[in-house]
């Protein structure tokens, strides 16, 4: 199925940890996000890439960092991983170009907890 | 700096009424508008996408309408159903400066209750 798939979808891990979170799209999108939905359910960028390259950094700790291989994959590592880390993180992506330019397309989501 | 706000935060509503989820951005200046739902649990699922050019798109039971120069966007849902309770979420996309083009802003959404 075309589709943004994301894994693991449940990670449970304790503080300090070094984590890692993977992304693939099959879209054929220019243009891949990482987004984060806090306890309130209140969703922030994090990360753009467009083409493997970094266009949006929103001041996320850079213990956050993300890495594209190709435009294909986004993926999303996470060191010393701290409490407030604890969210579901969302992995999307949008085409650069046709009628549909910009429309976000959501992974599933991968839920963090940190003990 | 764009904001959005999503009224009202919660919404709970008899299956078979039509009913208007509303969204408000402060930035005019937007490139598209993006209404999406979210079930518990779940990724966001893209219900509609009106580009700057537009006034209002259509799929199925909803329709959405964007007005730039007020700065709002409404989702209608007609004969709504159990099936439509989930929480509803806009985000607005800005005109291309640096990287905001690349940038979705969301509201923090409506929580649909539709009771059978």
């Known amino acids: 199925d075309t589709a943004v798939s994301q894994t693991p979808k449940y990670l449970v891990t304790q503080m300090g940890n070094d984590k890692s979170i993977k992304c693939e799209q099959n879209?054929?999108?220019?243009?891949m996000y990482w987004y984060k939905q806090d306890s309130k359910k209140f969703l922030k960028i994090m990360f753009s890439?467009?083409?493997?390259?970094?266009?949006i950094n929103e001041t996320v700790p850079n213990r956050f960092s993300p890495k594209s291989p190709d435009k294909a994959h986004l993926n999303l590592h996470i060191n010393s991983l701290e409490l407030g880390d604890s969210a579901v993180y969302f992995c999307?992506?949008?085409?650069?170009?046709?009628?549909?330019?910009?429309?976000?397309?959501f992974g599933e989501g991968s839920r963090l907890t940190v003990l | 700096k764009q904001e959005v706000t999503q009224i009202p935060a919660a919404l709970s509503v008899p299956e078979g009424e039509n009913l208007v989820l509303n969204c408000s951005f402060t930035?005019?200046?937007?490139?598209?508008l993006q209404w999406f739902r979210q079930d518990p649990g779940k990724g966001l699922t893209s219900l509609l996408l009106?580009?700057?050019?537009?006034r209002e798109q259509t799929s199925g039971r909803l329709n959405a309408s964007l007005d730039k120069s007020s700065g709002r966007s409404t989702l209608y849902i007609a004969a709504s159903q159990p099936g439509d309770s989930a929480t509803y979420l806009c985000?607005?996309?800005?005109?291309?400066?640096?990287?905001?083009?690349?940038?979705?802003?969301f509201g923090k959404g409506t929580l649909l209750t539709v009771n059978p």
């Open positions: 999307a992506s949008s085409p650069g170009e046709g009628p549909n330019t910009g429309e976000l397309f």
């Open positions: 879209l054929g999108h220019d243009t």
């Open positions: 890439y467009n083409n493997k390259e970094l266009i």
């Open positions: 930035d005019s200046a937007i490139y598209n």
């Open positions: 009106i580009q700057s050019s537009q």
């Open positions: 985000a607005v996309r800005l005109i291309y400066s640096g990287g905001s083009n690349y940038k979705l802003t």
